[in-house]
């Protein structure tokens, strides 16, 4: 495994994670449980997510937390030749990637999994509008509602707030200058629907303060949604679809008089 090689085998993570925070996720993996990304960076304030994804090198600082915060929430009974600061055994390091080897792939599959689902879900929704006579235009930053005209739509565009502009994956010209700004979420369990349904609300709350009543939000859910999440949905005033229900999406367009 390139991050035992990395990091000598546990013993200098800062140095590896300077190099790529690629390994970060290895070392998620080794901790007692397993955590997700949000509960490693509750763990450690300087958990650096992005360089993870990206792959990117980790400042010296931060590198130096995440080692601090690995070492003390490891899996002891994985990394026993830490505790006892020497090299591991061929015995030690065979029973951890049996452990870690199964978990990262189930890891990794699942997020191809979400990605696939996501790109298929939203190229759902543009072909329902298509199919229904709507216009895609060319995306950009929506500084004005009347860059959105009725019955057109952008696909990944940007949307300006009070702060900084968010991402939003559909936008819709609705009558009335008014503009539905759609967010298409996957999940693969209760939990990540919690992210998912934080990112939602965190935008509505941006175009609600920036632009009123003017810009509506929707969301477009698949996968496993927790209740809770889609009651916080409607009480945020976020219209709420389904991916496996697009009909009630069209009967609610037709109702918006487009």
């Not at 298509?130 to 005209?149: A, C, H, M, P, Y």
């Not at 949307?159 to 559909?170: C, G, L, S």
């Not at 009480?235 to 389904?242: A, I, R």
């Amino acid at each position: 495994m390139a991050a035992l090689k990395a990091t000598d085998c546990l013993r200098d993570i800062p140095s590896a994670l300077q190099a790529t925070g690629a390994h970060l996720m290895v070392l998620r993996q080794l901790m007692a449980p397993p955590i997700s990304q949000d509960q490693f960076a509750l763990l450690c304030a300087q958990y650096p997510k992005r360089a993870e994804v990206m792959g990117r090198p980790v400042t010296p600082t931060a590198a130096q937390a995440v080692a601090s915060a690995f070492l003390t929430g490891r899996d002891r009974r994985l990394t026993r030749w830490l505790d006892a600061n020497q090299a591991p055994t061929t015995s030690q390091i065979r029973n951890l990637l049996r452990a870690v080897v199964p978990m990262l792939s189930m890891q990794i599959v699942a997020t191809l999994r979400r990605g696939r689902m996501s790109m298929e879900q939203e190229g759902a929704l543009v072909s329902l509008l298509e199919q229904r006579g709507w216009t895609k235009q060319v995306r950009g930053l929506i500084s004005n509602l009347t860059d959105v005209q009725l019955k057109h739509f952008l696909h990944k565009t940007r949307f300006a707030t009070t702060t900084r502009p968010q991402e939003v994956d559909i936008a819709c010209g609705l009558p009335g200058t008014v503009v539905l700004a759609m967010e298409c979420k996957v999940t693969n369990d209760e939990t990540n629907s919690v992210k998912r349904v934080n990112d939602v609300l965190k935008k509505a709350a941006a175009w609600q303060a920036h632009w009123g009543s003017f810009v509506r939000t929707a969301a477009l859910l698949q996968g496993v949604i927790a209740f809770k999440d889609v009651e916080r949905l409607l009480e945020g005033k976020v219209e709420v679809f389904w991916s496996h229900d697009l009909h009630t999406f069209e009967a609610w367009l037709d109702a918006q008089g487009c």
